[in-house]
Nanobody
Framework: VQLVESGGGSVQPGGSLRLSCAASGFTFSFSRYDMTWYRQAPGKERELVADITSAGGSTNYADFVKGRFTISRDNAKNTVYLQMNSLRPEDAAVYYC???????????WGQGTQVTVSS
């Protein structure tokens, strides 16, 4: 099983990035997994950013990204996305994706992608 995040980089405040998380090797169809984006800044705990249900019918966002970030998924491509707009310096962190299914007893994590926001 592999989750590979990409799309991170360095942007100025107010800029945008689109993160991707590509999944492969799952026991079950990707469409059976709820997907979540987390982030972790230096010296801080990992925090939930946004999640999306397996069928994509429901999304949830942390208050600090509501109205700025959008999570989506393409089950045909086994990929989940995080569109990040109006980025702020406090959004700088390593962003991770996680997969979870009620069919399995464990979660799967990617290695993370770095997002830097500075002028």
């Amino acid at each position: 099983v592999q989750l590979v995040e990409s799309g991170g980089g360095s942007v100025q405040p107010g800029g945008s990035l689109r993160l991707s998380c590509a999944a492969s090797g799952f026991t079950f169809s990707f469409s059976r997994y709820d997907m979540t984006w987390y982030r972790q800044a230096p010296g801080k705990e990992r925090e939930l950013v946004a999640d999306i249900t397996s069928a994509g019918g429901s999304t949830n966002y942390a208050d600090f990204v509501k109205g700025r970030f959008t999570i989506s998924r393409d089950n045909a491509k086994n990929t989940v996305y995080l569109q990040m707009n109006s980025l702020r310096p406090e959004d700088a962190a390593v962003y991770y994706c996680k997969a979870r299914s009620w069919l399995e007893t464990r979660d799967y994590w990617g290695q993370g992608t770095q997002v830097t926001v500075s002028s």
